[in-house]
């Protein structure tokens, strides 16, 4: 059987058929004791099956994949032939409570609640031993059960990349070859410092430098990247350090020294990503007015060159530091940016277009702040994030109005990590032509 998917000309020349396949693992006789009504048993009764950037699971109906004789499923479906995406295969040997696509008959003011039923599929996911590009990995997951690989870290089945998807620069390239296979933070190190602010008070933060013998990128000026949203780099993107690398080598960008922050969730450390992230004054102060000065001191970084990146919640906050502060946080990369921002009800549902960032730029004063300090701005985003697309759009718009350099990606694709990574590359790659 040949790797997942199977890539087929699609019925147009921007469009490709895809096969997925996934055999039932091999259980004992008592695990198999569903019957097909052919005289087969099989294992699970459904097996589940979502692409980031084609399905949508805020949708009531369920993906499910195709049940074949001697433990085989398979899913066919056609895409846009720029798609990259993770895929999910969750088996069901038992469809779990959780996961319902109707609501109750008895109670027609009930919803489904599609963040329980994702998280009941997660728990279902498996990792495809078939993926011609295997899944993201996490430190964070924990889980386990007998009898079946659920993939403790991974983030999805597999990922898929057709011919027609972004380039990834870096990427590419990168000789992860090095790289142990039980470790996701090669390349950073712990960074810690007495900081005076409440935002860094038991914040990891982990720092990536260059290796410094690039004589004709010595002569540009460094760079230093913080990366808001940093446990999805240093924890999940194991190439992403040897990608910089890469891009160094050749020129393509200047050394950097890249630090990631943590900015997840946790009611222990009193850390909230909303809060932090949502265009928040004290968080983007403690960045300029205490992190950035501890690295540039402790790593002798003269007159750098500030690069904000983050994804989603992130890349607002990326935004909003550079038209805040231009003169401290000089670009901003935002993956999938969260320009809906605040509307309560997220970008499921429309709200001023373009949000908060929107609002800012409609004061002439901020324009002219980021054209004197030549500020500039690099945004992606994928066909398949709903109403999050027209708000990047309003912010593009503006920020073109006013002859502010920005550059907008848009391609087939989901809220999903395995894009983001060649969008964050090509974004430096961007900054660095300017």
């Known amino acids: 059987m040949r790797s997942n998917p199977v890539v087929r000309p699609g019925p147009t020349a921007t469009t490709r058929t895809l096969v997925f396949w996934w055999r039932e693992p091999q259980a004992p006789a008592a695990h198999t004791s569903l019957s097909r009504g052919d005289g087969h048993r099989r294992r699970y009764d459904t097996v589940f099956f979502h ?71 997660m728990k279902l996911m498996v990792v495809d031993p078939r993926a011609q590009i295997p899944p993201l990995l ?26 027609g998807a972004l380039p990834e620069p870096g990427w590419d390239t990168a000789n992860t070859s090095e790289v142990p296979a039980d470790t996701t933070t090669t390349g950073f190190t712990p960074y810690t410092w007495h900081s005076s602010s409440e935002f860094f008070q038991d914040r990891r933060v982990w720092v990536r430098t260059p290796d410094g013998n690039q ?119 935002g993956c999938s940016p969260s320009f809906w921002f605040p509307t309560p009800q997220g970008p499921r549902l429309p709200g001023p277009p373009g949000g908060l960032i929107a609002e800012k730029l409609q004061h002439q004063a901020t324009l002219a702040a980021l054209a004197q300090n030549d500020s500039r701005f690099f945004f992606d985003i994928g066909t398949g994030e709903g109403l999050m697309e027209s708000h990047a759009r309003t912010i593009v718009v503006e920020l073109e109005r006013a002859h502010i350099c920005c550059h907008f990606d848009v391609s087939t694709h989901g809220h999903d990590p395995a894009a983001w990574r060649g969008a964050l590359t090509r974004g430096l790659c961007f900054m660095a032509a300017q």
């Open 51 to 121: 692409l980031s950037g084609v399905h949508d699971h805020h949708d009531a109906a369920l993906h499910r994949m195709t049940d074949h004789h001697g433990g085989w499923w398979s899913f066919t479906v056609t895409v846009p032939s720029d798609l990259c995406g993770s895929y999910y295969i969750m088996p069901a040997e038992a469809v779990p409570d959780e996961i319902v696509e109707t609501p109750r008959h008895d109670d027609p003011h009930q919803q489904i609640d599609f963040r329980a039923r994702w998280k009941a599929l």
């Open 138 to 163: 996490s430190l964070r997951s924990s889980c386990s059960a007998p009898g079946i690989d659920y993939s403790c870290h991974a983030k999805s089945s597999g990922i898929v990349r057709l011919d």
């Open 215 to 333: 004589s004709d990128n010595q002569r540009r000026r460094p760079w230093l990247l913080i990366l808001l949203d940093g446990h999805d780099w240093y924890e999940t993107h194991t190439g992403f350090a040897p990608a910089l690398h890469a891009l160094e080598i050749t020129g393509s960008i200047p050394e950097v020294t890249a630090v990631a922050v943590k900015t997840t969730d946790s009611a222990d450390l009193g850390q909230n990503r909303l809060r932090d992230l949502g265009c928040n004054p004290g968080w983007r102060s403690a960045l300029q007015d205490d992190l950035i000065p501890a690295i540039t001191r402790d790593y002798e970084i003269a007159d750098p060159y500030v690069i904000v990146a983050g994804q989603s919640l992130g890349g607002l906050c990326a935004t909003d530091c550079v038209i805040e502060s231009p003169e401290t946080f000089h670009a901003a990369i």
